[in-house]
Every structure is written in structure tokens, then in C-alpha cells.
């Protein structure tokens, strides 16, 4: 087993991740960070173009930014916390140059606000190394441990190459794991299973908003290549030929679901500006490899799409931020980017590309730093004694072996991946999917294990179990429709409900709302 101590360790090298790791390292700590991929490749923004919310520092313009921006968010989101994000990103993006090589506007202006992903993080890598950062490629985080007064004391986990174990001990942690997708075959988010969440629950932690996770991104039939600016212009047809009425996008993918529980769907984007055509190879550059290699024009020609959840990766459901320096309800532990609630600055609908990637900048820098000061003022304590607190997929409760991870993920895939599950949400359908998530629960929490380096997918199972019965339970626990939640059985907004929903607890999942109101009475799910 490998033994190290940091005095901040970051389980995560994606977008908010490396952000963390500069501003820890910058902050003066020696930092550690874990990747289950490889740094600088790993997870959704590699495969992206990510625009940041970026709006000038003029009062006016700023207030006018975050009012647009209120009204959608359904009155979950706080002004204070939108602001503190477009200020931090006013002044971050800069900082790259040296770093990464921005594009300049007809007039020779430096756009800060898109960046191309997979140079935007190799960039985030770079400079991470440079601050002073250790990165340890493919080591992926298993479990956290615990002090015996409930603070964190690091990680354990393994090296994907051997199998072998490690352990970090550190003053304070980051999880910057990510959201979870449900291996729903989203461009990018392969990793992206919740991992950091089921580490953080263990611990004790309590998790917000995840009844807001019902996002989805169109993609030809059988591909992941899930980039949709061209969708803007779409029209849809079945099987007969016959145009579908959707609306125009990008807001009309419950239309899109709707139509695909009916059968096939065709989608022509004949519609398509020639000017869009042809900027379409810079701003999208995969867009069209799916396409070449089928030899389909996708200008001329209909072709076959369909629906790609993105789960809590696009929604704004994660770990509930308990202070200004995203600290969550266990000492010493920090989340950052999707592994947190996004509530905060986009309340009850996805905050997309922009306002996603600034809070990943933002939440990352945030943590990192303190992480930092946690660090400094209470040390190491690496000498103290600490234990892992890793459960299921882990150290099975009964009898093990038995299940197979893969089979696992499939049954928790068909609670919260179906459109007629996701989207259109009802008591009947939640409670059966909530009976079923609670047996597999328990089946995985008794049962399943593996060995080596097996024990990464069999822990990823467990995350994605735990996440559906968590999105499952917080969607019966909202008895309304607000922003992306939507319940066929309550179509209307109750303003008793104008609060944030947490839920909590592995053997038993209670949801309660956060602020006092007339909702906060504790609902439950009979498990």
C-alpha cells in the first residue's frame, strides 16, 4: 500500500477540480490530487466547448444578468451567490493567458468567455503542476476516512494499473467527482457516477435538490455525440414521414420525450443557416464525425435521434453547501462543480454550459482555498487515528458475492433513465421505482463486493444505486412541478414549496425542506 499525507487532497481532476488544486496550492498548502481518468482528459468539459457566464463588471448589466436568470430558477436560486460567481469568473479566465490561447473577435478583442475544453483543461493541468500540485493519474478514490470526532482525514483508494491500495492522509478534503449520468451514454460522462456523492453520505453529509435532474441533450440514434447547437433549427418526423409539432429548441426536450415513447423520431436539419454550417467544424468540430461515418448528410438528409439523460450532471441537484467557502455538513469536507448543489445560482432548472462551467471555476477556487485554511490552522493530524467508512460495494453487511456490478447499474438505469420515469414523474411510478431501488439497496449493501481493481466498478454500481433512490425519493418529496421537475400528477407550482429539498441517510432516506414553510413537515418514503 502507498502512504501519503497533503495537507489538502482533491478527489477530482476535472474543471472544478484543477481550479481547486491552483487555489490550494497557491494558498500555500502541498496538495494532492486524484483522478480516476488522467487529468487534463477526464470527464464532461473535455469533450465540450464551454462558455462561462460572462458579463461585464457594470452594475447594471449585472443585476440585469442575475434578474434574467431568477425568473427561471423558480425562486431557489440566491442573487448574492450569482454574483459572487460572475465576479470570480470577470477576473479568473485572464489569468490563463501563457496558458491557454484565447480567440480574438474581427476587431483583435480576446473572447474569454468560450473555451475549447480539451486545451482549457490541459491548461488547468499545466498550471496546476506549475502552483506546486502532486496529480496522481488513474487512482481513483474508494472511500473517505473519518476521525473519531466526525471530520475527514482523507481517502483511500487504489491504482487502476495494479489493483493495489492507497491512502492519502490530508487536513482537509475536496470531492470534485463530479455529477452522475447513470452511464446514460452522455458524451464525456462515463466516470461520472456519483461517486463523490455516496463518499460524502457515508460520511454523514446531507444532499440538496436532487429532484431537479430530469435534463436531457438530443444525439443521433445509437451515438453519444450529444453537441446540439444545430438542434436549434430541427424539425421531426416518424416513421410515416409525418412532421411531429415540436417546438423549436433548445427548451423542448419533454416534447422530444413525448414523441419518442410513441416510436422512432426523425430529425432534418435542413433549416440550418449556411453561415451556422460553416462555423459549425470550429464551434462543434465533432459534431459531424458521427455523420461522416455513417455517410448521412445531416443538411440534406433525415436521420434517427433520440434522448441522452445527463442526470445530475446538467441538473442542479449535489451535495448542499453549507457556508460561503463550500464547505458541506462534514468538517473538513469541501465539494466543488457538479459534485455540489447548483441551486445556489441556477435554483430549479440547469444552469447549462455557462453558469455550470462558471460555478465549476468559482466552487473549485472557493474550496481549494479553503481547504487550505482549514489545513493550516488544524494540520495533518495525520498521526491521530482515522478509519475508513466506505459501505456498500465495499464491505458487504451479509453474505457476499452474488452480483454482478454491471447488472447492478442496469436496474438502477431503469429507474431513473426511462422518459416515462423522468419526465413525466407521478406518485404511482415514483413509490414502484422507490420499492424496487430500496430492494436493490439492500441487495447491493449486503452483497455486492469485488477485488482488485474490480472494486472501482462495483463501487461505481453502489454510487448509482444510491443516487436514483435519492433523486427517486426527492422527486416523490416535492408534491409539485418547479423548474425541470415535473409531476403529471401536480402539474401546478405551490409556493409552500418555494424551498430547498434535502435528503439524507443510506439504510433510510428521509427528504425535508431546508428553509422554514408550510412544506417543512419530514416526508418519507416507507423503505
Not at 330 to 338: E, N, Q, R, S, T
Request: net charge neutral; hydrophobic share 40%.
Amino acid at each position: 500500500m502507498t502512504s501519503l499525507t497533503a495537507d489538502v487532497l482533491v478527489i477530482g481532476g476535472g474543471l472544478a477540480g484543477s481550479w481547486a488544486a491552483v487555489a490550494a496550492a497557491r494558498a500555500g498548502a502541498a496538495v494532492i490530487l486524484v483522478e480516476k481518468g488522467y487529468c487534463g482528459t477526464s470527464g464532461v468539459t473535455a469533450t465540450a466547448g464551454p462558455g462561462h457566464w460572462w458579463v461585464p463588471p457594470d452594475p447594471d448589466l449585472r443585476r440585469a444578468a442575475i434578474d434574467r436568470k431568477l425568473t427561471p430558477a423558480a425562486g431557489l436560486a440566491d442573487p448574492d451567490w450569482m454574483a459572487r460567481i460572475l465576479d470570480l469568473t470577470w477576473t479568473s479566465l485572464p489569468t490563463l493567458e501563457g496558458h491557454y490561447r484565447f480567440s480574438v473577435d474581427e476587431a483583435g478583442r480576446k473572447q474569454y468567455r468560450a473555451l475549447r475544453g480539451p486545451e482549457y483543461l490541459r491548461a488547468m493541468r499545466r498550471l496546476a503542476l506549475e502552483a506546486g500540485a502532486t496529480i496522481l493519474d488513474h487512482h481513483p478514490a474508494l472511500e473517505l476516512l473519518q476521525h473519531g470526532d466526525g471530520s475527514i482525514a482523507g481517502a483511500r483508494g487504489l491504482v487502476r494499473a495494479t489493483g493495489e491500495d492507497w491512502t492519502i492522509r490530508a487536513g482537509a478534503t475536496v470531492l470534485a467527482t463530479g455529477g452522475a449520468g447513470f452511464r446514460s451514454h452522455l458524451l464525456g460522462a462515463a466516470n461520472n457516477t456519483g461517486d463523490g456523492h455516496l463518499m460524502a453520505a457515508e460520511a454523514g453529509a446531507s444532499i440538496s435538490g436532487m429532484e431537479f435532474s430530469t435534463a436531457h441533450c438530443i444525439a443521433p440514434a445509437r451515438t453519444t455525440m450529444t453537441r446540439s447547437m444545430s438542434y436549434a433549427f430541427a424539425r421531426y418526423f416518424d416513421t410515416d414521414g409525418c412532421e411531429v409539432p415540436i417546438p423549436p429548441g433548445p427548451d423542448n426536450n419533454r416534447e422530444i420525450a413525448a414523441a419518442l415513447l410513441k416510436g422512432p423520431l426523425f430529425c432534418s436539419l435542413e433549416r440550418v443557416p449556411e453561415d451556422v454550417r460553416r462555423l459549425l467544424p470550429q464551434i462543434q468540430p465533432n459534431f459531424g464525425l458521427t455523420f461522416a461515418r455513417e455517410g448521412v448528410d445531416p443538411f440534406t438528409e433525415r436521420f434517427e435521434v433520440t434522448l441522452r439523460g445527463e442526470g445530475t450532471i446538467r441538473g442542479s441537484g449535489g451535495l448542499r453547501i453549507a457556508d460561503a467557502d463550500c464547505g458541506t455538513d462534514v468538517p473538513g469536507l469541501f465539494a466543488a462543480g457538479d459534485t455540489a448543489t447548483r441551486e445556489l445560482v441556477a435554483g430549479a432548472v440547469s444552469g447549462g454550459g455557462a453558469i455550470n462551467s462558471s460555478w465549476a471555476l468559482s466552487s473549485g477556487q472557493w474550496a481549494g482555498r479553503a481547504a487550505a485554511e482549514r489545513a493550516r490552522r488544524a494540520g495533518r493530524r495525520d498521526a491521530e487515528l482515522a478509519r475508513p467508512i466506505g459501505q456498500a460495494g465495499l464491505r458487504p453487511l451479509a453474505r457476499p458475492g452474488g452480483l454482478d456490478p454491471r447488472e447492478v447499474e442496469r436496474a438502477a438505469q431503469a429507474e431513473v433513465l426511462p422518459f416515462d420515469k423522468i419526465y413525466f414523474r407521478q406518485a404511482r411510478t415514483l413509490a414502484a421505482s422507490a420499492d424496487r431501488l430500496e430492494t436493490l439497496w439492500r441487495d447491493t449493501a449486503d452483497h455486492l463486493v469485488a477485488m482488485g481493481s474490480d472494486r472501482l466498478r462495483a463501487r461505481e454500481a453502489a454510487a448509482l444505486v444510491a443516487t436514483a433512490r435519492w433523486v427517486t425519493h426527492a422527486a416523490a418529496g416535492r408534491t409539485e412541478s418547479r423548474g425541470m421537475h415535473y409531476r403529471t400528477d401536480l402539474t401546478g407550482r405551490d409556493d409552500r414549496f418555494a424551498a430547498r429539498q434535502l435528503v439524507e441517510g443510506l439504510d433510510r432516506v428521509v427528504t425535508r425542506y431546508e428553509r422554514p414553510a408550510a412544506a417543512t413537515a419530514r416526508l418519507e418514503i416507507a423503505s
